[in-house]
């Protein structure tokens, strides 16, 4: 499954849900997780090629990946091609 997840609130109720064969893409508002000391997002640190951020949230917020080792960047295209990969998708708001 596809967790597309929009602020840090879908961010905390999706984390007890995500199960390790699945796919989190963080975009929007949820992007400043990545920069928070207590971010949830530490217990996805063994899922390093499941976790993406949408590169363009990121560009709008003024932010840059260089320090989160988890995460990968990924484009608009990019957002699609892992639409097509998963049968099942989820929108955290």
Do not use: N
């Not at 917020?61 to 608009?76: A, E, M, N, Y």
Request: aromatic share 10%; with cysteine; hydrophobic share 40%.
């Amino acid at each position: 499954m596809l967790h597309i997840i929009k602020t840090q609130s879908g961010l905390d109720d999706a984390i007890p849900l995500i199960r390790p064969d699945d796919d989190i893409l963080l975009v929007e508002d949820a992007v400043y997780a990545l920069f928070r000391q207590s971010s949830p997002l530490v217990d996805l640190k063994d899922q390093k090629d499941h976790c993406w951020v949408l590169k363009e949230d990121l560009l709008a917020r003024g932010l840059t990946l260089s320090t989160h080792d988890c995460f990968q960047c990924v484009d608009f295209e990019g957002f699609v091609f892992l639409t097509e990969q998963h049968f099942q998708s989820i929108t955290w708001d």
